[in-house]
């Protein structure tokens, strides 16, 4: 992948980020709309989704990414490597997902992660993060009962936030008794995880599956 400059921090509540994505008539952008689809929430350059559409073929992928940049680059290169299941999509998710989520056919999100959020330290800048209860509840109306979510960061304080956000909507349940997860449950880590873990730091990771309707 081509180096692209880009800034590593992006303010949501911008002006620019304030128009909601839209996603194309899906039989445009795979080949097998039909498929389960994951989606990965803040794909950055796309890597992990890249390598994850090549092991599960049965699987359909989406990147949502704020760095507009990023997105162009990604979708390019999985143009030249011929993926068919894979496709990224520059948005704020967090004026977006709602409508983005309701586009898709009902079911088909059966998988979704977040990892490695922007942790945006100060207190006053909490409601940028990622996962905030509104992002929860979209998701806890749109993922199939059976659906996965899972959280990851290197940010404990980011992690714990996640993880007692999904914990606090009932349509979820955690899985697992201990605290965090000691392994990834996916085939494929991120260059962040690898990085992380290569420095003999922790990486603290949550697995949530949608157990009811919200109904």
């Not at 989606?39 to 507009?68: H, P, Q, T, Y």
């Not at 929860?136 to 956000?165: C, H, K, P, T, W």
């Not at 990085?195 to 990771?205: F, S």
């Amino acid at each position: 992948m081509a180096a692209v400059r880009v800034r590593q921090h992006v303010n949501p509540l911008g002006k620019k980020y304030q128009t909601p994505g839209s996603l194309q008539d899906l039989e445009k952008i795979y080949a097998k709309p039909n498929q389960p689809l994951h989606l990965d929430i803040g794909c950055a350059k796309g890597l992990f989704l890249l390598n994850m559409s090549k092991i599960e073929s049965n699987w359909n992928f989406l990147g949502l990414e704020i760095r507009e940049p990023l997105v162009v680059e990604a979708n390019k290169l999985r143009s030249e490597l011929g993926l068919t299941n894979l496709h990224y999509l520059f948005c704020n998710v967090n004026n977006s997902l709602q409508s983005l989520l309701s586009s898709l056919p009902p079911g088909s999100l059966q998988r979704v992660t977040i990892q490695f959020p922007d942790p945006w330290f100060k207190t006053r800048h909490a409601k940028r993060r990622v996962v905030q209860p509104e992002l929860v509840a979209d998701l806890a109306n749109y993922l199939a009962v059976g659906g996965l979510v899972f959280l990851q960061s290197d940010m404990e304080f980011v992690a714990i936030e996640m993880r007692d956000r999904f914990a606090a909507n009932s349509a979820f349940q955690k899985v697992g008794r201990e605290e965090w997860l000691a392994e990834n449950p996916l085939p494929v880590p991120t260059e962040r995880e690898i990085n992380t873990q290569k420095k003999g730091e922790p990486v603290y990771r949550a697995l949530f599956e949608r157990v009811k309707s919200t109904e």
